[in-house]
């Protein structure tokens, strides 16, 4: 399984884009990059999921530069609802590592008014 | 509605009485997993299951069982719970190899 390392804590104000980057430097070849967000007592939910370039959907973006050793998850135009603690994930669907996920840490993003 | 259930949300119990959390899922995925999460450690998996009667451990499955007999239920039994599982738990599953997990609700586990 790929080590992540993401920024412990980030702050940003209202309206601003958000940008948290992972290094993975030790990526495999099958590896999908996966970001999930998580409110304080509830569960992680799904962001975002790419393999290389750049990902869009209706609340971020997931930039990956061609030798894929980091990603950065783009949120434009936060709101203090976004202020949760984001995850990085790196692994192979369908193989048993991918199935044991590692979520490290985190980012905490705190957003002010 | 698309969910994963846990029950109980909630729970106080003595060390050593034994203790079952259910975890169940309406979307007919075939992977599961249990999580525990502590301040300062993050999440980190306990056991997950790949299919029916096919359970592998996780990072932290000492002092905790699973089963799963049926598709959509993956229970977590602590057979004999000690305070230094007093922690958040949170089930999830997924079906889709690409691996977006669908995360209960959480239950707060208490042993005094």
């Known amino acids: 399984l790929a080590k992540t390392t993401q920024p412990i804590s980030m702050d940003s104000y209202e309206g601003q884009e958000v940008n948290i980057t992972c290094s993975h430097n030790?990526?495999?070849?099958?590896?999908?990059i996966t970001w999930y967000q998580q409110f304080p007592s509830q569960g992680p939910r799904f962001i975002i999921q790419g393999y290389k370039t750049k990902v869009t959907n209706e609340v971020a973006s997931l930039f990956i530069p061609a030798d894929r050793k980091s990603s950065t998850l783009s949120l434009p135009r936060v709101s203090l609802s976004d202020t949760a603690v984001y995850y990085c994930l790196v692994g192979a669907p369908g193989s048993g590592g991918y199935n044991k996920l590692i979520f490290g840490a985190g980012t905490r993003l705190a957003v002010h008014p | 509605e698309a969910q994963v259930t846990q029950n109980p949300r909630y729970l106080i119990t003595v060390t050593g009485k034994k203790l079952t959390v259910t975890c169940s899922q309406n979307m007919n995925h075939e992977y599961m997993s249990w999580y525990r999460q502590d301040p300062g450690l993050g999440l980190r998996q306990i056991y997950y299951?790949?299919?029916?009667?096919?359970?592998d451990k996780g990072d932290v499955p000492e002092g905790y069982k699973v089963s799963r007999k049926e598709k959509r239920n993956f229970p977590l039994i602590l057979e004999s719970p000690s305070p230094n599982q007093t922690s958040l738990y949170f089930c999830?599953?997924?079906?889709?190899?690409?691996?977006?997990?669908?995360f209960g609700p959480g239950t707060r586990l208490t042993v005094t």
């Open positions: 999830a599953s997924w079906g889709d190899l690409r691996g977006e997990q669908y």
């Open positions: 030790n990526i495999a070849t099958n590896d999908y």
């Open positions: 299951s790949m299919n029916v009667e096919v359970t």
